[in-house]
């Protein structure tokens, strides 16, 4: 059937010329479209029967200027481009959630490893400091604060009462306070 006559039967309605159209463009768009979308793409096939819908809606602007098949073939071309234009805007825009949704994340991270090297840093201080304090000090405060003893543990362990106890530690404790203070506030610690 010629390209004239085969349109003028659709615009009519003719049902056998519907089905006639179909079968002979369907499959030749069906792989105009996986050349361009690929062999297993899903999409190849709804956007082949999208180029029918399409076809039959502007039928009516039809003017003959080149083979039925090469108008079909140009929107068969048109609809897998706009598809895979859309698949691109909609990786860039999961890309972009990606990213807005990882920033924070990666603040936090940032955040979390400032404060970690503060508080490395801010240990190393404090252990430094320990150091100057004199064996009665260092030992009570490893008693209480690495070994974990109660107030009775070290008051046994020292052969003293609890009372001196807890002032002595309060004492080395009010001792490495002032040790740290004056580190961190002379200048050579950046």
Request: overall charge neutral; some cysteine; aromatic content about 8%.
């Amino acid at each position: 059937m010629e390209d004239r006559e085969l349109v003028q039967k659709l615009l009519a309605k003719d049902e056998e010329a519907f089905l006639y159209f179909y079968q002979t463009y369907r499959d030749r768009l069906y792989r105009a479209c996986v050349h361009l979308l690929g062999y297993q793409d899903p999409d190849a096939e709804d956007i082949t029967q999208e180029v029918f819908l399409a076809a039959l809606r502007h039928l009516p602007k039809f003017e003959f200027r080149s083979s039925l098949y090469h108008w079909l073939n140009r929107i068969c071309m048109y609809l897998c481009y706009e598809r895979v234009r859309a698949r691109y805007r909609t990786v860039a825009s999961l890309d972009e959630q990606l990213e807005e949704a990882a920033e924070p994340v990666a603040f936090r991270r940032k955040d979390i490893e400032q404060e970690e090297m503060e508080k490395q840093a801010m240990l190393r201080v404090v252990e430094s400091q320990r150091q100057l304090l004199g064996d009665p000090c260092r030992n009570l405060l490893d008693l209480r604060e690495i070994q974990k003893k109660s107030y009775a543990q070290m008051a046994e362990v020292l052969k003293v009462p609890i009372g001196t106890v807890m002032s002595r530690l309060s004492r080395c404790k009010d001792a490495l306070k002032d040790l740290v203070t004056r580190a961190l506030k002379e200048p050579h610690r950046g």
